[in-house]
């Protein structure tokens, strides 16, 4: 069965900084996808960034980009010049192809002012 | 367009009660799926559907958990003689289908509190 780790229960960022959410995953899949969701406080959750895994290319949007790294089953999300608007719950997902999908822990990120 | 939408956003149960939460997927949405959260944890995956067939209901918990889409859209999760470990906030998402990793749109949440 697959499983998703993020080791980083909670973090904190001053606002205009850089910040590094890590996950990694199980599987021995080849094919499959790797997601970050947000979940801001008493909000739904909302997608961040997608990445297909046989894509080398690391995926990025806006302030936002992964750092995916297949051998070593590791899939980081940066989020650059952070915001307040940031602050939130982010959750590392992997879904194999017609798979449901498989969420890890959460990361619980508190922008400073 | 509309996201997903559930009801009620909140629920109060007594220990014994059965409830029902509804989910409204986005429209044109094949796939649609419910999620359990706990408080402080990631969304743990509850049953799946695509159209009307319940294609995996391998994360419910118990039998007294049943979840039904007769026309292939809305949606409801059945509990039956709900317990306190029931407690937690039930996630519906939908998407254009399974296959693909498509993203999961998801809905606000029915926090249910079993007292």
């Known amino acids: 069965a697959q499983t998703v780790t993020q080791s980083q229960p909670e973090m904190s960022v001053q606002e205009a900084e850089t910040v590094t959410l890590s996950c990694t995953y199980d599987?021995?899949?080849?094919?499959?996808?790797l997601f970050w969701y947000k979940q801001p406080p008493s909000r739904q959750m909302i997608l961040v960034i997608r990445?297909?895994?046989?894509?080398?290319q690391n995926a990025t949007e806006n302030r936002f980009s992964v750092n995916f790294q297949k051998a070593a089953k590791s899939f980081s999300l940066k989020i650059s010049d952070s915001q307040l608007g940031d602050t939130a719950m982010y959750f590392c997902?992997?879904?194999?192809?017609?798979?449901?999908?498989?969420f890890g822990p959460g990361t619980r990120l508190s922008v400073l002012p | 367009g509309a996201g997903v939408s559930q009801s009620p956003r909140y629920k109060v149960a007594k220990r014994g009660q059965d409830v029902a939460l509804r989910c409204d997927p986005i429209?044109?949405?094949?796939?649609l799926f419910w999620y359990q959260q706990a408080l402080g944890q990631g969304p743990e995956f509850l049953t799946y559907?695509?159209?009307?067939?319940?294609?995996?209901k391998s994360g419910l918990p118990s039998d007294r958990f049943f979840a039904e889409r007769p026309e292939g859209s809305v949606s409801t999760l059945k509990i039956q003689r709900t317990q306190q470990e029931d407690s937690a906030v039930y996630l519906c998402?939908?998407?254009?289908?399974?296959?693909?990793?498509?993203?999961?749109?998801f809905g606000p949440g029915t926090r249910l509190t079993v007292t």
């Open positions: 599987t021995s899949e080849n094919n499959y996808y």
């Open positions: 559907f695509q159209n009307e067939a319940q294609l995996d």
């Open positions: 997902a992997f879904c194999s192809y017609g798979q449901n999908f498989v």
């Open positions: 998402a939908s998407s254009l289908e399974l296959a693909g990793g498509y993203e999961q749109y």
């Open positions: 990445q297909e895994a046989y894509k080398q």
């Open positions: 429209s044109g949405h094949v796939s």
